[in-house]
């Protein structure tokens, strides 16, 4: 059964530093691997996927990640982070064999850029 | 082009009633996919619809069903509503590819007393 992890249930980071958010998957095969970003009272956006090719991904808003098919993981980083970066912070996988829309979602990440 | 609309925004029911959520995805979108989110247990996947068939069902009991219409609106039923279904859900929309992105709704937040 395919699943994400988050490890982390928040991420504290001053403004101007480097940023991190955690996410391992377990799925059978090669997996399609996303990043959503919900701010309070809104629906989820998405930021980037990887579903096949360069492992480094780029996305919205200066974010990036980086597939790690050895290390299952695919962790969603912005070199320089800034206040209005701060929301929960969702990694999801599909699994491209289930022919469908299933996405499992990870718990979510709490980001928390400081000024 | 407008996003993924849900209505209605706020719903408070009684134990035991039903509900029906609405959710018309973006224009061109043909598949459809309802999640719950909850503080306890995050987002769980309901089911995904395209072109009106249900292609993928999450583990939740029978009293949640969907449907899709032909123009790709969809609705979500929950039957014999229980505390424990009080819950924001959301909506997704999606060209139907598997390698596609998927757009969500603001989403419905229901509380049941």
């Known amino acids: 059964a395919q699943s994400v992890a988050q490890p982390e249930d928040q991420v504290n980071v001053a403004e101007g530093n480097p940023l991190t958010v955690k996410c391992t998957y377990s799925v059978s095969g090669n997996p399609y691997l996303f990043w959503y970003v919900q701010y309070p009272n809104r629906g989820l956006q998405f930021l980037l996927k990887?579903?096949?090719?360069?492992?480094l991904v780029k996305g919205s808003y200066g974010f990036e990640a980086e597939f790690n098919k050895s290390q299952t993981s695919f962790h969603l980083k912005k070199p320089s982070a800034l206040v209005s970066d701060s929301a929960l912070y969702f990694c999801?996988?599909?699994?491209?064999?289930?022919?469908?829309?299933?996405?499992?979602f990870g718990a979510g990440t709490r980001l928390f850029v400081k000024a | 082009k407008a996003g993924v609309t849900q209505t209605p925004r706020y719903l408070i029911k009684t134990r035991g009633q039903q509900v029906t959520l609405s959710c018309s995805p973006i224009?061109?979108?043909?598949?459809v996919s309802w999640y719950q989110q909850t503080p306890g247990q995050g987002l769980q996947f309901l089911f995904e619809?395209?072109?009106?068939?249900?292609?993928n069902k999450g583990n939740f009991p029978g009293r949640f069903s969907g449907r899709q219409f032909s123009n790709s609106r969809s609705e979500m039923n929950v039957s014999t509503l229980e505390l424990g279904d009080s819950a924001l859900y959301l909506c997704a929309s999606s060209l139907g590819n598997l390698v596609y992105e998927q757009y969500f709704g603001p989403g419905t937040r229901l509380t049941v007393t």
């Open positions: 619809y395209f072109s009106e068939t249900q292609r």
């Open positions: 999801a996988v599909r699994d491209p064999r289930t022919g469908g829309f299933k996405t499992i």
């Open positions: 990887y579903i096949t090719g360069d492992n």
């Open positions: 224009s061109g979108h043909r598949s």
